[in-house]
Every structure is written in C-alpha cells, then in structure tokens.
C-alpha cells in the first residue's frame, strides 16, 4: 500500500480519543484527525516524531490526519482505517495462504446480530468470515492486543464463534503494524474477558491468523506470519 505524501511532526498531545495536536516542522501547531479509537498504549507519548497526512476534502473540520508514530527506531501505523485495506490487498494478491484460494472476497457484510464481518470469502458456497484487528502495542518484544477494554471485540469473537456452529470457517486476523515485535498475545491484564474469550472461540475453532507489516513513511506491505499465545 503507497502511502499519500506525508508531513513531519512532534506529537503535543492526543486527546477527545479522535484528535491530536502536532508542532510542525515549522513551529506552527495544528489540531488533527486522530483515527484511533483505542488507548494507543505507548504510542501517545508527548514528543513522539510523527507523520501526517492532508485531505483534499474542502469539507473536513480538521483536513489532516495522524498517520504514524515512530518509537525508537520503528514506525508504527496507527491508522486503522488504512488496516482492512491492506489486508484486502494482501488477500487479492494471495499474499496470505491460509486466506488464499477463494473465489470471491466481500468486504463489510452484514452478518450475526447487528455486526458487519469485515471480510466475506466465498468457495463454491463454503464460507469464511475474517474479522481483522490493528495491532499497535509492543512490550518487550511481544504485540499485545486490545490496548484498552473492547467489549465490542469480545462480541466480535462470539459472532465468530457463532459462523463456526453454522458450518462456515470463521478467522480473527491480528495484524501487527510495526516490527519490533516476534510474537503476539491477548493483553490478559488490560481486558481479561476478551482473552479469555479469544482462548475459548479457538476451542471452538476459530482460528487465530497473526501478521506483521513493515511501516515506512512512504508504503506498508504484509511482512510475515508472527508465531502466537494464549497462556
């Protein structure tokens, strides 16, 4: 995925979970987009270098948007409406196997009680349901996910759980945007109930997908598969 061209910034401080304000190279400091909705658990700390992006929508509010933070030596993608299209992209051009071989991909159908699975995958009528999740916290070398308490991530998992009983494949896709990180578990100390329940939907049989992508100011791509626990 080519990335719009991008501005540098200083991270001031993140706030109202949806905005940002950034010094810019120049001094000037600006309110901006932040498309985020978790904590954003060591990726807010004031003074951080950060990259931005402007939209050319006359009609925004705030026009640019909070697109990377760099922490140490590593970019770290926090947009997570850029996530679903990278994985889309990844999944037209095969570049995951255990998702590859599909007939069709259907993204944002509606399915379970009032959830939308972000993506549909067809095969001569056999179906499976992928559910992606942006990963941005890393703790010593471990990305953990969720950042903070996502009740509607636990319904997420038993929807999933659900479209195994009816005899469908049923995926939850972690996605890690940022590489200092060779293994992923369920934050157990920030919401217990979602990593219990992520340990139950895989008894269950939903499958537990982990990938990783490298992050640059100018692209970012599927890397490789990252190995997983649940203990």
């Not at 120049?26 to 951080?48: D, F, Q, Y």
């Not at 939209?55 to 925004?60: I, L």
């Not at 299209?85 to 590859?100: F, G, R, S």
Request: hydrophobic content about 40%.
């Amino acid at each position: 995925m080519k990335m719009p061209p991008m501005i540098r910034g200083v991270l001031l401080r993140r706030y109202k979970r949806f905005l940002a304000d950034i010094r810019l190279v120049s001094g000037e400091i600006i309110t901006v987009h932040c498309p985020n909705s978790g904590s954003m658990l060591t990726c807010n700390i004031p003074s951080s270098p950060v990259l931005i992006s402007k939209s050319d929508n006359p009609g925004r509010k705030y026009p640019h948007t909070w697109e990377m933070v760099k922490i140490g030596d590593e970019w770290v993608g926090i947009h997570t409406g850029r996530t679903n299209k990278l994985v889309l992209e990844a999944l037209k051009l095969d570049q995951i196997p255990e998702l590859a071989g599909y007939n069709s991909i259907q993204p944002e159908i509606r399915y379970g009680k009032h959830s939308r699975i972000d993506f549909l995958l067809n095969k001569n009528r056999y179906k499976c349901y992928v559910e992606v999740k942006n990963v941005t916290l890393a703790r010593d070398n471990v990305a953990y996910f969720p950042d903070s308490v996502t009740a509607r991530g636990t319904k997420h998992l038993h929807e999933l759980m659900a479209a195994v009983r009816s005899n469908s494949r049923a995926v939850i896709f972690f996605l890690i945007q940022r590489t200092d990180a060779g293994l992923f578990k369920p934050a157990q100390d920030i919401d217990p109930v979602y990593a219990q329940t992520l340990k139950k939907a895989h008894e269950k049989g939903v499958e537990i997908l982990v990938y990783q992508a490298r992050v640059t100011p100018k692209s970012i791509s599927i890397w490789r598969s990252v190995p997983w626990q649940l203990n």
